[in-house]
């Protein structure tokens, strides 16, 4: 079956931009997590939800960031105003059931913020 | 932040060889999970050990986990060409997945 897939691949985006990143999860799987990686560090917790409700954001680094998923499926990844220290890896998971056990990765948005 | 760290950053074996990565955590788990990650196929979760487990294994892959320690390991045994990758360890508590630094293997032939 098909996984987790993000769009898009590769971003170029210029200082104060506004970009937005899309997930498409695995078919019913209620749990969906947004990361971000920087280049040679593990991936960093950003927001997670359980269907369409966003149950935990600590991990938004600020105001700017904001993700959505309004039907319980796809979700967005907005940035507004980019900055340079948003680039990095963006990576979209999911997994059944409403407690995480195993997450299955999209391979990532590469946004690199000029 | 990271939750924790692996160690070492980086091992380079021959192929045949066995790979033991290490990973400390710092606060309370509900399990923990290694996961795998190449320029080809993403991340990927290897294997899964709960708090009340102490050892786990699937096909070449063992885990430890010590929790009055904080601590894990994975072993790889008879190590692949494929196997060169970064392997991270991820602390789940709640919902949220907390990785580690990294260990970046490279398995020569």
């Known amino acids: 079956g098909a996984g987790v897939s993000q769009s898009p691949r590769y971003k170029v985006a210029k200082r104060g931009q506004d970009v937005a990143l899309r997930c498409d999860p695995i078919?019913?799987?209620?749990?969906l997590f947004w990361y971000q990686q920087a280049l040679g560090q593990g991936p960093e917790f950003l927001t997670y939800f359980q269907n369409e409700a966003q149950l935990d954001k600590s991990g938004l680094p600020s105001d700017r960031f904001f993700a959505e998923r309004p039907e319980g499926s796809v979700s967005t990844l907005k940035i507004q105003r980019t900055q340079q220290e948003d680039s990095a890896v963006y990576l979209c998971?999911?997994?059944?059931?409403?407690?995480?056990?195993?997450?299955?990765f999209g391979p990532g948005t590469r946004l690199l913020v000029l | 932040s990271q939750q924790g760290e692996e160690d070492p950053q980086a091992l380079s074996i021959q192929e045949g060889e066995n790979a033991t990565m290490n990973c400390s955590y710092k606060?309370?788990?509900?399990?923990l999970q290694w996961y795998r990650q190449n320029s080809g196929r993403g991340l990927v979760h290897l294997i899964l050990?709960?708090?009340?487990?102490r050892e786990k294994h699937s096909g070449r892959l063992r885990v430890t986990l010590d929790t009055s320690k904080k601590s894990s390991s994975l072993l790889i045994t008879a190590s692949r060409a494929a196997d060169t990758a970064s392997y991270f360890c991820?602390?789940?508590?709640?919902?949220?997945?907390?990785f580690g630094t990294g260990t970046r293997l490279q398995v020569t032939l």
């Open positions: 998971a999911s997994s059944k059931g409403l407690a995480a056990r195993a997450q299955y």
């Open positions: 078919s019913g799987h209620v749990s």
């Open positions: 050990i709960r708090s009340n487990e």
């Open positions: 991820a602390t789940r508590l709640g919902s949220k997945l907390t």
């Open positions: 606060t309370s788990i509900n399990n």
